[in-house]
């Protein structure tokens, strides 16, 4: 049943009136989930489960009680904590959409110059289409734009806004949806308009493509050296189903 009302959820309500109810909804599905089965490596947080989460198809055990992060958010964390000098280096940062279990941490960090954005989000600090930026040529070391390209009808020009404003030198990741991460080529069909219709083919009623591999080849055709990181290969066994984490799914790392 609580399945069914997630899903049911999801599919009604727009994402900025989402956003505004998960802030009460948060602490008391933390409170009555404690448990020490498995942990958000976000918060430190242990609970004995996790909770489904998905437009059409819910995923099982995947949705954090506490930060409210999913397998992609808690694999972006460790990466960043484990492999890169975010935390602790000076660094200019465009986060577009911002994540709700990254969104304060990473307000706090006074190593951060921190900008979010995005055209719709209540808790975005500067409103924008990510097509047509309001910011100067080469002027973040991180740009942080995650499960957003695929919402863009003109992912292209997406795609050379995020390389004009990045710094030479600077890096950013740009996660895409990995349920068909096999497909070879992105598919998309601008014909189908019917909510349900979308949220069948695409996953969600409010993306308007599925990407395939030659997502990273398009990251490379702007300009972008694209790392096709797998970090879950460095990851034991242990930790992944601890975590709660998608084994085998891929951070598109760029650089300029």
């Known amino acids: 049943m609580s399945k069914q009302l997630f899903k049911t959820i999801l599919n009604i309500f727009p994402r900025p009136i989402l956003i505004r ?11 009555f989930l404690k448990g020490s089965t498995y942990t958000d490596p976000i918060d430190g947080k242990s609970f004995k489960n996790f909770l489904s989460y998905g437009y059409e198809i819910q995923r099982e055990n995947v949705l954090s009680p506490s930060t409210l992060s999913l397998e992609r958010h808690r694999l972006l964390w460790l990466y960043l904590k484990k492999e890169t000098d975010f935390f602790t280096a000076k660094k200019s940062v465009l986060h577009f959409a911002p994540e709700q279990c990254f969104l304060n941490r990473f307000r706090k960090l006074n190593n951060l110059d921190y900008t979010t954005t995005d055209l719709l989000s209540p808790i975005a600090d500067v409103k924008a289409d990510i097509c047509n930026l309001p910011f100067k040529d080469n002027s973040y070391d991180v740009i942080l734009c995650n499960h957003v390209l695929e919402h863009i009808p003109d992912d292209t020009k997406a795609m050379q806004e995020l390389y004009r404003v990045l710094k030479p030198g600077g890096y950013g990741i740009f996660q895409i949806p990995q ?52 970090y879950t290969a460095n990851l034991s066994e242990e930790d992944i189903k601890k975590y709660c984490l998608a084994k085998g799914e891929i951070i598109p790392v760029v650089y300029k």
């Open 21 to 31: 109810f998960s802030y009460i909804a948060r602490p008391i599905l933390a409170f």
């Open 179 to 230: 349920d068909d991460i096999y497909r070879k080529k992105t598919f998309e069909d601008n014909s189908i308009t019917d909510k349900k219709e979308r949220a069948k083919i695409f996953g969600q009623y409010d993306h308007v493509r599925v990407y395939g591999r030659d997502y990273f080849d398009k990251l490379r055709s702007i300009g972008f050296k694209v790392e096709e990181m797998d």
